[in-house]
């Protein structure tokens, strides 16, 4: 896996400022950049997986908008670079992990992200992460984004975080890694 160095910018779409995580310029185009520069070939909607080497805590979530693609970030800070497990795909429908209760998650497609990264300390029981099950993701506001239509808490379960992503239609989407974070991109078109 590639890593690349991060730069925060704000990004100004439709009179809002919205934080966002960008990358290196040679990863793909920023939100200034033009939207024929955008290069999503072979990101594709299949099922995308990674081994578990740790469970850390899970400490935050965001989004952002950019000109290709939006994008989400998991951060999980005490993974201290070790890359996060995750196994992100499309479902028909969002059962929350342990119960099996139907989550409903707005959007023409259902794109459940599992990380191995509890929403709590294994160590204190502690809440890392103040996500509550069927309830929009705390602090991620997607209102107006081209890809993003809707995000729902699933789970903490058994060391994994589960999460429902609501998209337009079923999108290319990527998962990439970066020192303390995993993300994922879903394509605009």
Request: proline share 6%.
């Amino acid at each position: 896996m590639r890593r690349l160095g991060t730069v925060l910018t704000a990004v100004v779409l439709a009179g809002a400022a919205v934080t966002a995580t960008t990358v290196s310029a040679t990863a793909a185009p920023t939100a200034s950049a033009p939207a024929a520069a955008c290069d999503t070939g072979g990101w594709g909607s299949a099922l995308k997986s990674a081994d578990a080497r740790d469970h850390k805590p899970l400490k935050n979530i965001k989004a952002g908008q950019h000109a290709c693609f939006d994008r989400m970030v998991f951060e999980v800070p005490a993974a201290d670079g070790k890359p996060v497990g995750y196994r992100i795909g499309y479902v028909k429908e969002l059962h929350q992990d342990g119960s099996g209760d139907l989550i409903e998650v707005g959007g023409g497609a259902v794109l459940e992200i599992r990380v191995a990264a509890p929403s709590y300390d294994p160590a204190t029981g502690k809440q890392t992460y103040p996500g509550k099950a069927g309830k929009p993701l705390p602090g991620v506001d997607v209102k107006g984004y081209r890809a993003f239509k809707d995000t729902r808490f699933a789970a903490s379960f058994e060391g994994d975080t589960q999460i429902g992503l609501g998209v337009a239609k079923r999108l290319p989407f990527r998962v990439t890694q970066q020192k303390n974070q995993l993300i994922v991109d879903v394509a605009h078109s």
